[in-house]
């Protein structure tokens, strides 16, 4: 515990748990649309922006913000069209995207060690810069998402309902895949390129092993993700371990106990209440 | 004479040049129930999709409530009850969360639900007798009663018309009559309903006027047609195996 009294394991806890509340506020809407891994691919055009950044001396998270940003928005264009090709259309980009990221780091005169922080994280080097940037842009990303949860709840659960609905559809869906790129590219210190879908979707998904309804859904997955970065920094620096690696684990280690325990549960349940299955049925004839 | 409800004037629609409808007319007045029949793949869902803007029109013109359909921004007064809901989301959502969504044409994105907009809901969940399911999971629901759900959260917007598409289509009798018995109350508050339909059950008597869809084309618009041979005994059991699926949707080609 001794750890936290320096400044950079405050710094590295607190910006684990702003994306911790972020990412599944942000990832429940994704999971709803069955984009589950949209976050992964946008993550790998993230990339190409902090090899474009380290090459240029430019900050590599604000270029990779600018790249993410329009990787996002070409992907909801792609989808919004509704092309059939717009799986392989999405495939080129994110391939495309991870490539241009490794080459453009090779040219650029930073190390593998520098390459390493984006694709894994790099939690424990936030300076009070970042820490501001992730806070911030965190925090507004939440708020959004959860103002705006029954206007984006329709559109994601019913888009041609939405429509005729007259709500701005291509808005919301736009300001999603914007904050999606936002919430990437802050979580890319944290957990980096790698493992940034796993925040998104893990807590939703062991959320919903329990849940009935999409609010109580949110509420679930938002506290699962704070539990996971705080106890996944803790692990880090009790145990020495890779802070986004830990942080992940951990909430895979949650899904496997909800998960388990719930279909524990259920069974439990089903033998509980066998007494109105077991009433004979009358017997349709009788035989002598 | 007040203004039409829905007004389609010589509408054409094609999915990647090939029509499905052409030359259509059509006219819907306050308090009409209108039911557009057809065979499977006779454009008769591609009309109701084209009068809300589902589907883009190749040439002709649609007005809603007297204004051009793409001017057209008063969405609160129209309540839309698609075939089915989706394929699903993955997430949960309870029926009353379903139904709630119905209350945001009028409500707007940006302002929170308040207790007009819980009244409402209450109100359309009663309607079609889902109240004591609406802390449910709307995937728990059989399929007549997601269709219900579908048309409570039309009804919480309380619009003045609602167009629906195969409202009865594979669902349970006790469904269909919980349905019709909602939309005898939508229609007795005055309410205008458009309605695709391959057959009518329950519905019949709630019925104005019938449209015939035939290959792209109205080819009757009048009085409800009388089921003719074997679809006239009492007991048929309207069972065929049904056509392939009007192209549609974002996803498919």
Known sequence: ?288 | MTTPVIQVGHASVGYDGRPVLRDVSLTVTAGEVVAVLGANGSGKSTLIRAVLGLVPLGTGTVTLFGVPQRRFRQWHRIGYVPQRLGAGSGVPATVREVVASGRLARRGVLRPPGRADRTAVEAALRAVGLADRARDPVATLSGGQQQRTLIARALAGEPELLVLDEPTAGVDAASQEAFAGALHEFVGTGGTVLLVAHELGPLRPLISRAVVVHQGGVCHDGAVPEPAGHHAEPDHDHVHPHGPEEPAGLWSS
């Open chain 1, 1 to 288: 515990m001794d750890l936290f009294q320096y400044d950079f394991m405050q710094r590295a806890l607190l910006g684990a748990l702003v994306i911790g509340l972020t990412a599944p506020a942000l990832g429940i809407y994704l999971v709803q649309r069955r984009l589950a891994l949209i976050g992964d691919g946008i993550g790998h055009v993230a990339l190409t922006g902090v090899g474009a950044g380290l090459l240029l001396n430019r900050s590599p998270v604000l270029v990779a913000v600018v790249a993410a940003i329009l990787g996002a928005v070409t992907i909801e264009l792609v989808r919004a069209r509704g092309r059939t090709s717009g799986d392989l259309a999405l495939a080129l980009l994110f391939y495309g995207g991870i490539a241009g990221g490794v080459m453009l780091v090779g040219l650029s005169d930073a190390s593998s060690a520098n390459l390493n922080a984006y694709l894994f994280g790099s939690l424990t080097t936030t300076s009070p810069a970042d820490l501001t940037t992730i806070a911030v842009l965190g925090a507004t990303i939440a708020v959004l998402m959860l103002a705006l949860r029954p206007a984006l709840f329709a559109v994601c659960h019913d888009e041609e309902y939405a429509r005729v609905a007259g709500l701005p559809v291509r808005a919301l869906n736009l300001l999603l895949a914007v904050a999606t790129a936002v919430t990437v590219t802050i979580a890319m210190r944290a957990v980096g390129v790698l493992l940034i879908s796993a925040l998104m979707v893990v807590p939703v998904a062991t959320a919903q092993q329990v849940t009935r309804g999409f609010r109580s859904t949110m509420t679930a997955a938002m506290a699962l993700g704070l539990f996971a970065a705080g106890a996944g920094v803790w692990v880090a620096a009790t145990a020495d371990t890779a802070p986004g690696a830990s942080v992940v684990l951990l909430a895979i280690g949650s899904f496997l106990v909800v998960a388990l325990a719930a279909a524990g549960w259920r069974v439990l349940r089903r033998r509980a209440t066998p007494a109105v299955a077991t009433t004979p049925e009358p017997h349709e004839v009788v035989l002598r």
